[in-house]
């Protein structure tokens, strides 16, 4: 089974961009990548999805290079609210989701 | 911005009691799933359900655990005895099915569900 590898936790001040990455060496050909926010006592909200290169919606950017060995979350200008757990996961057709521990983003003051 | 429903928000039972857990996908959904997250821990797979019929389940998802759709709209999880180690939120989650998974999976906002 693949898996991923992210930072248990990072640290942002308000207005910062941050960079969340993760980690996944045998990702598969029918994988795509997948990333959700989960705030506290709500269920998993997606973010953005992508295969290969560079994905970019209203609230962040998704990079994954060549050999797709790694991917990129990018939150430009953090504010308190975006202060949540972030999940780097795969999604293959309407497989289950596979969740992680995640990231857990602190955005201060 | 259409949403997955979710009652009751907050349920306390007995242990050895049943309890039903409701959801109300989005209306054009084709694939539903649950899922709990115990305090603290990760969110854990329990079964996913596409063309009336459960089509993976986690190890978790044992005799006590029963899905059902029942009249098209509704998509329910019946815990049959609960245990205090049932006590977790329950996430339902639905996705569009065919290539609709590239827009990811939409969760309601759960059950908190309380053994005592």
């Known amino acids: 089974l693949a898996k991923t590898t992210q930072p248990i936790s990072m640290d942002s001040y308000e207005g910062q961009e941050v960079n969340i990455t993760c980690s996944h060496n045998n990702i598969a050909t029918n994988d795509y990548i997948t990333w959700y926010q989960q705030f506290p006592s709500q269920g998993p909200r997606f973010i953005i999805q992508g295969y290969k290169t560079k994905v970019t919606n209203e609230v962040a950017s998704l990079f994954i290079p060549a050999d797709r060995k790694s991917s990129t979350l990018s939150l430009p200008r953090v504010s308190l609210s975006d202060t949540a757990v972030y999940y780097c996961?795969?999604?293959?057709?309407?497989?289950?989701?596979?969740f992680g521990k995640g990231t857990r983003l602190s955005v201060i003051a | 911005e259409p949403e997955v429903t979710q009652t009751p928000s907050h349920q306390v039972t007995q242990m050895g009691q049943e309890v039903i857990l409701r959801c109300v996908p989005i209306?054009?959904?084709?694939?539903f799933y649950w899922y709990r997250q115990i305090l603290g821990q990760k969110v854990e797979f329990l079964v996913s359900f596409y063309n009336n019929e459960i089509s993976e389940k986690s190890e978790i998802f044992d005799d006590q655990f029963s899905v059902e759709r029942p009249d098209g709209s509704n998509f329910t999880l019946k815990i049959r005895s609960t245990k205090l180690e049932d006590s977790a939120m329950y996430f339902c989650?639905?996705?569009?099915?065919?290539?609709?998974?590239?827009?990811?999976?939409?969760f309601g906002s759960g059950t908190r569900l309380t053994v005592v």
């Open positions: 996961l795969f999604i293959s057709g309407n497989t289950p989701l596979v």
């Open positions: 989650a639905s996705n569009e099915g065919g290539q609709g998974f590239r827009y990811g999976y939409t």
């Open positions: 209306s054009n959904h084709l694939y």
